[in-house]
């Protein structure tokens, strides 16, 4: 089978209504209400609403607003409408069968169907203790370290807090290290009030900053106007994929297994994800003559390709990429047109020595190439795991001048990344020095989760590999294993019986015998015929490698009562 009729998601098929109607005319003057086609105006009436702040605010929230708060204005139904209405007692407007397939079809693994199972086990563990043969749920579904115990790093919240709160800085002068109040107060001078919007870019301080640590890694000096803080990385790839396709007859190659914000971001935006195997029998390295293959059927099947994604290290396989892959993928986008997009969210979780982390950014500088290249970090990644803040960035290289003006253009329309994410994102990027006051604690803090990160990395494979019937890569970097399983016959017509992919079969029983949460592969892409789950390396470590021990013990009781 071509990669390219791989079957990521529904969306990715074609559709009556791809086809690209004649540009629309936007203009300010042509979006006067169209014409109602002889429906009516018409009103709602007041109706009494009950709050959950109900019993804490001293007005009754129960009380009936007035009703000149609650009128809105609606259209009456035409007939249409109408045999909706009586297909649908609700008689809501909107019914799932009138979205549009870019939404129906956006399909995103990580927070699928185990995780919800997970929950139901969760109540159950509450309700009825003894009920099940484990005592807690263990998360490894999703790569957000402090939901699973990791300690947040007292540098980062101190810096955060006083920035919100300058006060705080007068107040208790002791609780803050002379190095974090200076930082802080150095902000502060430019950007005083974080309730307020920056600059759509963000905070020119910390794209200063940002670009300070660029050229330091790469050794290319780095324009702060090349930086773009974002709430979190996915913002970022979403509005870089939004700037690059244009319909269903355009796409970006993407690696299978990927990190499914992919797929589901151009499926959401009508293009075609394209994808190109990763080679699991080398490590899930790459393959130039893959890479060629999928583009050309691409090609063949009238796609225009406008980049390649590539993520490193990486989500779900744990890969660093060497040096010699990236000038690889490099030249070949350079010989094929096509816009480099670097997913390096996890360039701060190494753990290999041989593979040290090197930027796109920097394997296109030292080849001189003209070709954009898109480089994406976050705040939620590395050792800090700042998820919920949703600090990210995307530095572009290359881009000319008019295109960086467009996607400016992108990100102004959400005024700006939120502030404190684009604090903790610079403040992730500018750890204290040796000597300041604050690197003490920081560098235990830091060492103590990276060193944790690194055990357990080895400890994955090590165990799954000792598993009948399973083969785990090496975790390099990132948070994740993605070990293969094989699985019986009998086990295949099982889950065809019940109307479920194998792997989530398995997964779903992994969870009901053992506790474990983890991904089908299937959610991320795998080669036909392979089943594999991502398990992230997040548990604490005390229970880690019990909760190996209990996936080893479940695999064998599973092929014993499928054979
Ligand atoms: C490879 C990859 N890219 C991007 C993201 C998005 O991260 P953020 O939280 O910064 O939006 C993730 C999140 O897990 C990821 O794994």
């Known amino acids: 089978m071509s990669s390219y009729n791989v079957r990521f998601a529904p969306g990715a098929e074609p559709s009556a209504s791809s086809t690209k109607p004649a540009t629309p005319d936007y203009s300010i003057q042509n979006l006067a209400p169209p014409s109602m086609s002889g429906r009516k105006v018409g009103v709602l009436g007041s109706t009494p609403i009950k709050g959950r702040w109900s019993g804490i605010s001293s007005v009754s929230s129960t009380s009936k607003v007035s009703s000149f708060m609650l009128n809105r204005l609606f259209t009456l139904p035409d007939e249409e409408d109408m045999q909706d209405l009586e297909n649908d007692p609700r008689q809501v ?39 099940l043969p484990f005592t807690e749920v263990t998360r490894c579904n999703i790569g957000n370290p402090q939901a699973v115990g990791q300690t947040p790093i007292t540098y980062i919240k101190k810096f955060a807090s006083v920035l919100v709160d300058p006060s705080l800085l007068d107040d208790f002068p002791d609780r803050y290290p002379s190095d974090i109040a200076d930082k802080a107060r150095k902000v502060l001078s430019e950007f005083p009030k974080f309730g307020a919007y920056s600059e759509s870019k963000g905070i020119k301080f910390f794209r200063e900053v940002a670009a300070e640590w660029m050229t330091e890694r790469d050794g290319y000096p780095t324009d702060p106007e090349d930086i773009i803080y974002t709430n979190g990385a996915s913002m970022a790839i979403r509005t870089v994929l939004e700037l690059l396709v244009d319909g269903y007859d355009t796409g970006i190659l993407i690696p299978i297994p990927q990190y499914p914000l992919y797929t589901a971001s151009l499926v959401r935006l009508g293009a075609r994800p394209i994808g190109y195997y990763l080679q699991e029998e080398k490590n899930w390295g790459l393959s130039v003559s893959d890479l060629q293959e999928a583009l050309e059927d691409a090609r063949e099947n009238g796609v225009k390709v406008m980049g390649l994604v590539v993520i490193n290290p ?91 003006a467009q996607l400016y253009k992108l990100f102004s329309l959400s005024l700006c990344a939120n502030t404190v994410g684009q604090a903790i994102m610079a403040a992730q990027l500018t750890p204290p020095k040796p000597f300041d006051p604050s690197y003490a604690q920081y560098e235990k803090e830091r060492s103590a989760i990276f060193d944790s990160l690194k055990r357990k ?23 994740y294993a993605f070990p293969r399983f094989e699985l019986p016959d009998k086990a295949i017509a099982a889950a065809d019986e019940e109307g479920q992919k194998p792997d989530l079969f398995y997964c779903l029983r992994l969870l009901e015998r053992t506790g474990v949460v983890a991904v089908p592969g299937s959610g991320f892409g795998q080669r036909e015929g392979t089943y594999h789950y991502r398990l992230t390396i997040l548990p604490e470590e005390s229970k880690f490698e019990g909760m190996l021990d209990r996936i080893k013990a479940f695999h064998e009781d599973f092929i014993k009562e499928f054979s």
């Open 314 to 404: 990486s989500n779900p396989t744990g890969t660093v990429l060497t040096r010699q892959e990236m000038e690889e993928i490099v030249r070949f986008c350079e010989k094929n047109r096509l816009v480099i997009l670097a997913d390096e969210v996890y360039q701060e979780n190494i753990y290999s020595d041989e593979k040290p982390f090197i930027s796109f950014r920097k394997v296109a500088a030292d080849l001189n190439v003209s070709i954009e290249v898109f480089s994406f970090h976050s705040a939620s990644k590395g050792i800090k795991g700042n998820c919920g803040f949703r600090g990210g960035m995307v530095h572009c290289m290359n881009l000319d001048n008019d295109v960086m």
């Open 93 to 131: 407007v909107l019914t799932e069968g009138k979205l549009p397939d870019r939404v129906k079809n956006v399909e995103y693994a990580v927070r699928g169907k185990v995780l919800y199972k997970s929950w139901e086990i969760n109540k159950q563990l509450k309700d009825d203790p003894g009920s």
């Open 457 to 479: 990395a080895k400890l994955v494979s090590e165990k799954l590999n000792t598993v009948e019937g399973y083969s785990c890569q090496p975790v390099e970097g990132a948070m």
